[in-house]
T-cell receptor, first 115, second 108 residues
Framework: DVKVTQSSRYLVKRTGEKVFLECVQD?????MFWYRQDPGLGLRLIYF???????EKGDIPEGYSVSREKKERFSLILESASTNQTSMYLC??????????????FGSGTRLTVV | AQRVTQPEKLLSVFKGAPVELKCNYS??????LFWYVQYSRQRLQLLLR??SRESIKGFTADLNKGETSFHLKKPFAQEEDSAMYYC??????????FGPGTRLSVLP
């Protein structure tokens, strides 16, 4: 019963490529999030969205953009991939604008390597 | 600024020993805190949340506002508890701020 699906488990891209990471949730959640996970740094928020066509910058948005055309889908875009964007990318969703008490449901992650 | 710290990158204990994973936070207001766990090759999942005052898989965590801490404890560690543990803070209902994580290794 997978609820948050990230389209790719592993990706290898070249420097300068435009990269799309897709995330789909089937729980009718309003909120969706993109984090990157790096050893020693934990999870850092890139972008999040409260509703269709809405987006908010997180702590490290530089070099990234997002798209949310449908409620269930939240895409992360690397405009011009660089080697420092090599990381594990995690998508998450939650059921309320007020996340407190409900927590996130995470996808299984996409490990992106930029060469 | 809202911040979560986990001072130990790696914690190794023997099976049956008590374990405590430390978490401290900085936050203006009434905090809501969570522990997430990631087992090998599995997705990150919610372990417990302080508002529920629950015990999951033998783990408990108490919010200490005076010490701004939310340490995760278990009296008798099991090998299957080996995983990466993240402490997280609800950031004014907008998103979560995560700590850097602690890798727990339970030795046989």
């Amino acid at each position: 019963d997978v609820k948050v699906t990230q389209s790719s488990r592993y990706l290898v891209k070249r420097t300068g490529e435009k990269v799309f990471l897709e995330c789909v949730q089937d729980m009718d959640h309003e909120n969706m999030f993109w984090y990157r996970q790096d050893p020693g740094l934990g999870l850092r928020l890139i972008y999040f969205s409260y509703d269709v066509k809405m987006k908010e910058k997180g702590d490290i948005p530089e070099g990234y953009s997002v798209s949310r055309e449908k409620k269930e889908r939240f895409s992360l875009i690397l405009e011009s991939a660089s080697t420092n964007q090599t990381s594990m990318y995690l998508c998450a969703s939650s059921s309320s604008v007020l996340t407190g008490g409900f927590g996130y449901t995470f996808g299984s992650g996409t490990r992106l390597t930029v060469v | 600024a809202q911040r979560v710290t986990q001072p130990e990158k790696l914690l190794s204990v023997f099976k049956g020993a008590p374990v405590e994973l430390k978490c401290n936070y900085s936050y203006s207001g009434s905090p809501e805190l969570f522990w997430y766990v990631q087992y090998s090759r599995q997705r990150l999942q919610l372990l417990l949340r302080h508002i529920s005052r629950e015990s999951i898989k033998g783990f408990t965590a108490d919010l200490n506002k005076g010490e701004t801490s939310f340490h995760l404890k278990k009296p008798f560690a099991q090998e299957e508890d080996s995983a990466m543990y993240y402490c997280a803070l609800d950031n004014y209902g907008q998103n979560f701020v995560f700590g850097p994580g602690t890798r727990l290794s339970v030795l046989p």
